[in-house]
């Protein structure tokens, strides 16, 4: 191991601990009808964007990214597992969110409903994946805590 390992696993780990997959149903992608157009509110304020691992619009998902490439580099055997699986969890947000609005677009509530229900799902996916990056990071601090 490098000398700089454990610090970087620390800042990873203090970076990753307060995210959050909240529950924000894509409500950005939600429009209604005001003047002959479809009008859509804004993105969510940034900071809370930012600490939102379940938001199509995040950079949150790169630190777990980070994580777990920097537990690949220390031979981590479960990194390329969980990479993964990130990258198929964050793809799927991605475009759950053009369904959602294409869902509000052609004015279809059963399938706006199931993109809610999907997202909800997928948040709970990457809460239990941060999880175990967490404890991932936990065990590479163990066997190579700042002297």
């Known amino acids: 191991m490098t000398a700089r390992f454990p610090e970087e696993v620390h800042r ?35 900071r809370r964007r930012f600490g939102n691992l379940a938001c199509s619009h995040t950079s949150a998902r790169l630190l777990l990214r980070d994580a777990w490439l920097l537990l690949e580099k220390a031979g ?18 991605s ?20 993109c809610i229900a999907s997202h909800r799902s997928l948040g709970e996916e990457i809460e239990a994946l941060k999880a175990t990056t967490l404890a991932a990071l936990d065990a590479a601090w163990v066997e190579n805590p700042v002297s």
């Open 12 to 46: 990873l780990r203090a970076a990753i601990a307060p995210l959050r997959a909240l529950a924000c149903d894509m409500q950005h992608e939600s429009s209604r009808q005001e003047g002959g157009k479809r009008v859509r509110p804004p993105l969510c304020p940034a």
């Open 95 to 114: 475009i759950l969110d053009y369904r959602r609005y294409d869902a509000e677009a052609a004015g279809d509530a059963a399938a706006v409903a199931d």
């Open 76 to 93: 981590d055997t479960n990194a390329p597992e969980q990479l993964a699986l990130l990258a198929k969890i964050d793809y799927e947000i």
